[in-house]
Every structure is written in structure tokens, then in C-alpha cells.
């Protein structure tokens, strides 16, 4: 699964498509405080870049691939 869940953080994995929006969407909701760490995120598909760009959650490692990294930007 590219979106991997635990309590408060929400790990990007791979290619991350349009399909886990609304799961997404979901798990940020349910967060007082959400956290999303980006680091091992290979893709991250413009719906999902949508979703944290209006959320704004704690970014706690931004990608590693240079390119991605620009446009995650979160804070």
C-alpha cells in the first residue's frame, strides 16, 4: 500500500496515486495534529498533492528525490 498509516503519521511509499485520495482525505480528518512523512515517495500523483496543499499537515521528511521535493513543499 503506498499510503502506510499509524497513529499520527501517515508514510508516503512509492507511487502514490488518485485511488488513495479519499482514504487520505479520511485519515486526515480523524488527526488533531497529522503528520505526513514523504521521504521514501517516489510519486506523489497531483490529487494527493491537492489534498495536503489544503490540509497542511506537519511535514516530517520531505522526499528524497530533489524534483518532488520542491513541490511538497507543505510549510
Sequence with gaps: MPIRYDRTVAHFEGACLPEEA?????????????????????????ALLQVLLAVRPKMVAPPDDPFLARWAILS
Design 22 to 46: 479519499l482514504e487520505l482525505i479520511e485519515w486526515l480528518r480523524g488527526q488533531k495534529a497529522p503528520k505526513v512523512d514523504l521521504r521514501a515517495c517516489a510519486h506523489l500523483h497531483t
